[in-house]
């Protein structure tokens, strides 16, 4: 295991510049580097992730100082991957329990005006790891090479888009995404190149839109506890097959597309035309929701 030399660590201090944004953590490229796994706990405060055409393989910036919050970052190379772990922790003026309660019976009327802003090169390929605690993320995966993809939230409201447009720079094995009591967002799917989305609903919501066509075959598996799933198709042209293990307690709305073709099985038209380039869904779902809507 070795140590990765290029470690740059810099601290902001200085009881007045809480409000300027300024470079928190930073690694920089080595070219013994050929990938990275990127490990990333926000466990509060409001979080984004976007690319950028520097060669960094991570740049944190915040308006918060160093000493003002909670972390742990470390950074590794073993077998050409650089391995980044960094968990971020601010501190909740009103406390975690009440937190939670808001995400559970209401909202706040005050948001934290704290943030980390992190940026990723769009030069190297990344395993990327994201779990959130409480707060707000919003992560924009336009340009990235992103080979793989597991996002966890608890009760944070989480937002994944591919908001100019680019697509995925590689093809992706696996996207990931698992909802406890928050909510997440996952839009533009198609984008993402991935060859399996999972999904994982507790007690939360979770949107999936796969826009208007997925770029590779795809194959989404999830998984509904007590909370809601919303599924946007993409176009009629996409074939759709859908099969659902569901119990009595739960409640399944399916768009006018989808008809029954089996025992708890559902396709539209497209699929009986072309079943082998199928969108196909395995769900499972025991007392929450799941909702199809009609591609655009």
Known sequence: MIKHGILVFLAILGGHAAAQVKKQFSVESNEGCQSVKLQLKSKTGNC?????????????????NLEEYNHNFSNEVKDKVCQVKL???????????K??????????????????K???????????ELEYGLGNANIDLSGLSVQKLKIKTASAD??????????????MDTFYVKVDMG??????????????????????????????????????????GAGNLTIQLPNEETPVVVTINESWLCSINLCKSLKKVGENKFANAAYAKNPKDALAFDLDVSMGKIVFKEGQ
């Open 99 to 116: 937190s939670i309660s808001y995400q559970v019976f209401g909202r706040s009327e005050r948001t934290s005006d704290k943030f980390w």
């Open 118 to 128: 992190v940026y990723l090169t769009e030069s190297l390929p990344y395993f990327l």
């Open 183 to 224: 909510s997440v967002n996952a839009k533009q799917l198609n984008l993402s190149r991935a060859k399996v989305v999972m999904a994982d609903v507790g007690f939360g919501n979770m949107l999936l839109d796969f826009g208007l066509k997925p770029a590779n075959t795809q194959r989404v598996v999830g998984s509904v």
């Open 48 to 64: 984004f992730i976007r690319s950028t055409q520097n060669s960094e393989l991570l740049a944190v910036y915040s308006n918060q």
């Open 87 to 97: 968990a971020l922790e601010q501190e909740a003026p009103q406390g975690v329990g």
């Open 158 to 171: 989480v937002n994944i888009n591919y908001a100019s447009g680019l697509e995925n720079k590689v093809s």
